[in-house]
């Protein structure tokens, strides 16, 4: 194959453009008197740009492949982190758990010391006992049943009490009207 230069085949074009301006001017048609190189390569050279364009206008498939090997330094510390984590998860819900179950035990015997009114040295030592040694599961429960019966039974008198002046209020209300309308007629 033979290598043109593009300059050679630019004043090619340059030429051919002024022959086509001169014969648009005179409208006679001029036979240029040029020699003409091969222009296989030019076919050859124009080819090859058209394959090139449809192969770039080809849609690409790209593929991505993950790989997660214990081998790789990023996935082993990734998966040290997260087992830190996990670690310090657990051991910080662990002691969550016994400080709520302390709060727990604490708001019932402040509750149950509400019920009895008074506190005596006896009922600190059945507390430790109930509570800290010897936690027997169906003994707290009794005592929380009795503390929310107590609870549930002031509720209830309350709610009579609140009852018994709405009452009474609405029937002095009711007695002043009786005398005031008593004393019009």
Do not use: C, W
Request: charged share 35%; aromatic share 10%.
């Amino acid at each position: 194959m033979k290598n043109i230069d593009v300059n050679e085949i630019y004043t090619l074009f340059e030429e051919i453009r002024e022959l086509v301006k001169a014969g648009n001017t005179n409208n006679t048609a001029s036979q240029p008197e040029i020699e003409l190189p091969d222009l296989s390569a030019i076919n050859e050279l124009s080819y090859k740009l058209d394959e090139t364009i449809k192969e770039i206008r080809k849609p690409v498939k790209t593929e991505y492949h993950h790989i997660f090997s214990i081998a790789s330094g990023k996935v082993f510390f990734g998966v040290i982190a997260i087992s830190i984590v996990l670690l310090i998860s657990l051991f910080v819900i662990y002691h969550q758990r016994k400080e709520i179950i302390t709060y727990r035990d604490n708001d019932l015997k402040y509750r149950y010391i509400r019920v009895q009114g008074k506190v005596i040295s006896e009922d600190f030592s059945i507390f430790d006992s109930l509570f800290y040694f010897n936690r027997d599961g169906k003994k707290i429960k009794e005592l929380r049943k009795y503390v929310e019966a107590f609870e549930e039974n002031v509720k209830q008198r309350a709610r009579i009490i609140e009852q018994e002046e709405r009452l009474k209020a609405e029937k002095e209300r009711l007695e002043k009207e009786s005398n005031t309308s008593r004393k019009s007629k």
